[in-house]
């Protein structure tokens, strides 16, 4: 009788680490869902699969950093130049006034992306395109390394950090003796709030405003949109703008999360997956995918990857999987049917 | 005078498909070849050899086989630092195990180990298309890094985790290992370099190539007049990994000597091959070739520059390195998006006219 209930008060509590590794899993989902929901606008709108927007987000985040910080942007720069030893203004923003010039900064981007870059390739293979913004990824990288230096930066805009005694708290109860709730990171939370709100409001813009109903008419059909008046080079500004601004949002939420540094570019590239899981083209497929991705990865590096295969494993099972389910339904998730005509 | 086809008549079907019809350009290829065999590795020094010959040879291979999958049958692939790495462990694993055979056969099983592991990847491009492929070839990239990283047996059981080619020798002469000629070294990678280009080039004008630029141009379309998609793809994918393979076993063993698979044959080396394949030119073997010796002199370049003669520190310097080669790759996307092979047609042309300007 002894033996039995010992027995099986280690399996649940298994069973609960395992529901938390869940809960975990869907949080990183989250984040990932965040970086992917610029890739679903940029290529909506453009047709264009951009591989810089994980390096959208760490510039901004560094951006972002560096305006708290009052660093001299290009410091180590003009000091291997000229031989000066600049490096910060000296003061400290405020974390809203840092967040509004780092959007600022970002639309300015935006407007240099189009201006010096899309502009010309329009009408190109998409191919080309994806490999300008390859091309873009590097510039940024060095561009943002240059003007802010390459060192770890914490970010600290006031999101509340660690396990959230709340949640711990208030799911105590469900476990035995030894189980005192499930662990959950403030952090992931807020992003989680942040993250909903994003989705929401975004859908509302598309949904219920004019330039909302101008970026649906491009994402449609370009000429269409073009021979009824809209302007395709200030849809992409607006739609690069936004882009901006979710890879600054996603910046700050990763930044907060692990430090500013390059490895926040490489978000990107799980990005990937899951948007061929969600399909390319829709945004809420750009959640599920990431939800979907954050828990598989999660719970098979759990249950598979760590006990047999010597873990790690969270490198590439988002790959894999993504091929996997490619090779079955080829368009994701939620995308539109691929028609290919001769 | 000096480049002129004027009086050059072909009189049969091989002479008008030679691959340089113009005799200047034939002359120049075979002062060349002269120049690269008979002239070079008398002169050549370990700084030459270490950090421009040997690198640009190597890669010029890895960009030939990757050239024939994007360039040649327009499939877009990430997964060159992985295939690379296969063809590196398969060698390492081959001198291991049988230390008497020779090397150069450890070098051309290899690279069809490769091949074999590039068909297995390949097989999902027969559904999946364009950017949906990049990320299918992005999960070999990254699975295989992860295997040859966790499966000890990979890499002997080694404590660090590192592969070391051992001493082999071609001829008597040493070609790996601590003691080596910058001249042994040299003349293994542009025996492998001419071997391949000369392949490449005679496979992608052949029954092989023109299928593979069908599938290119428009798969369904060449399904209709009678391409097979399945036989194209696959081999398109395996003779690139074959080239890609050999490139990876030549840079760990003859190159690089040791290697740490994450750090040797990551994403970042995949992204630098599709780089020299944009920059040198789509659908081209010369692209190759230009496009492999750009990438490997623009940092030897801006490093010479920076912080050789401005003083600049190394960090930023490698920072200006990134800014720079976005910038090429875009400007070279929006000025010539068929690269310097595409410049040096531009230039032929030029040069059959001049000093004539029509």
Redesign the interface.
């Known amino acids: 009788m002894c033996r039995t209930a010992r027995g099986s008060n280690i399996m649940s509590a298994e069973f609960y680490y395992g529901v938390e590794v869940f809960l975990n899993g869907l949080m990183a989902g989250v984040m990932y869902s965040l970086v992917a929901l610029g890739f679903v606008l940029i290529f909506k709108a453009s047709g264009i ?1 951009n591989y810089a927007q994980g390096v959208m987000a760490l510039f901004a985040a560094l951006t972002l950093v560096g305006f708290q910080n009052g660093q001299i942007p290009f410091a ?2 003009i000091n ?2 000229f031989g000066t030893n600049l490096h910060s203004f000296g003061w400290h923003l405020p974390a809203l006034l840092a967040i509004l010039l780092a959007v600022l900064v970002m639309i300015l981007f935006a407007i240099l992306v189009e201006r ?2 899309l502009k ?2 329009v009408n ?1 293979e ?3 395109l ?3 913004t ?10 943002g ?2 003007m802010w230096g ?1 060192e770890i930066k914490k970010l600290d805009i006031g999101i509340p950090q660690g396990g959230n005694g709340w949640v711990e708290s208030h799911t105590a109860f469900l476990g035995g003796d030894d189980f005192y709730g499930f662990y959950l990171d403030s952090l992931d939370i807020v992003a989680a709030i942040v993250a909903v709100a994003l989705v929401a409001s975004l859908v509302l813009f598309s949904q219920y405003t004019k330039t909302g109903r101008a970026l649906r008419a491009v994402a449609d059909d370009h000429q269409a949109a073009l021979s009824v008046g809209i302007s395709l080079r200030t849809i992409w500004v607006i739609v690069w703008s936004i882009a901006g601004f979710v890879a600054l949002v996603a910046g700050i939420m990763w930044g907060a999360k692990s430090g500013v540094q390059f490895s926040l570019s490489l978000i990107a ?1 799980k990005a ?2 899951v948007l ?1 899981l969600g399909g ?1 083209t829709s945004i809420p497929g750009a959640i599920v995918g990431g939800l979907i991705i954050g828990v598989g990865e999660k719970m098979f590096e759990f249950l598979i990857g760590a006990p047999y ?5 969270e ?2 099972f988002a ?2 999987l ?2 996997l389910f ?2 079955f339904r ?1 368009q994701g998730l939620f995308g539109e049917k691929i028609i ?1 005509r ?1 | 005078m000096l480049y002129r086809e004027a009086g050059d008549f072909k009189t049969s079907y091989a002479k008008d498909n030679q691959t340089f019809p113009i005799k200047f350009d034939r002359v120049a290829y075979y002062i060349l070849l002269v120049v690269a065999f008979g002239v070079v590795p008398f002169i050549i020094n370990d700084y030459w050899a270490n950090a421009v010959i040997v690198p640009f040879l190597i890669y010029a291979i890895a960009t030939i086989g990757l050239n024939i999958l994007i360039g040649y049958c327009g499939q ?1 692939s990430l997964g060159t630092g992985g295939f690379m790495a296969v063809g590196a462990f398969a060698s390492y694993k081959l001198m291991t195990a049988f230390p008497e055979v020779s090397i150069i056969i450890h070098i051309l099983l290899a690279g069809g180990i490769t091949a074999l592991v590039g068909m297995a990847f390949g097989l ?1 491009s027969l ?6 492929l ?3 070839t ?2 070999a ?3 295989l ?2 295997l040859f ?3 000890p047996w990979f890499y002997n059981n080694s404590a660090s985790g590192q592969i070391s080619a051992p001493e082999r020798s071609v001829f008597g002469i040493n070609v790996t290992g601590p003691h080596v000629d910058a001249w042994a070294q040299y003349m293994i990678c542009l025996v492998f370099v001419f071997a391949s280009a000369w392949l490449a080039r005679n496979l992608t004008r052949g029954t092989m190539g023109r299928s593979w630029m069908a599938i290119r141009d ?1 798969d ?2 060449a399904e ?1 007049i009678g391409v097979n998609p399945l036989k194209a793809k696959l081999t398109a994918f395996g003779v690139s990994s074959f080239f890609i393979g050999i490139a990876g076993a030549l840079l760990f063993t003859v190159y690089l000597g040791a290697a740490e698979v994450g750090e040797a044959f990551g ?1 970042s080396k995949s ?1 630098l091959v ?1 780089f020299m394949v ?1 920059i040198g030119g789509l659908g081209s073997i010369f692209g190759s070739f230009a496009g492999a010796a750009f990438m490997v002199l623009l940092p030897v370049l801006l490093k010479n520059i920076l912080v050789g003669a ?4 190394t ?2 310097a490698a ?12 400007a070279f ?2 000025l010539e ?1 068929h690269g310097l092979a595409q410049l040096w047609r531009v230039a032929k042309e030029k040069l059959r006219l001049w000093p004539f300007p029509h």
């Open positions: 699969f180590s720069l291997a130049i010096l870059v010309h390739l190109q998409p191919i080309i994806f490999m300008a390859i091309g873009l990824a590097y510039f940024m990288e060095g561009f390394d240059l390459s590239l990937l997956p061929m390319f295969l010597g873990g790690a494993t490198n590439w790959y894999v993504a091929l490619l090779v080829p290919e001769v | 877009l999902p559904r999946i298309k364009g950017f949906y990049a990320v299918a992005l999960a990239q990254f699975f890094v992860w990283n966790r499966v428009m369904i379309a209709i994403i992204f599709l944009i401005l003083n600049w520190p960090d930023l920072h200006f390195q990134l800014l720079i080669v976005g910038a090429l790759i875009i996307l929006i998006p």
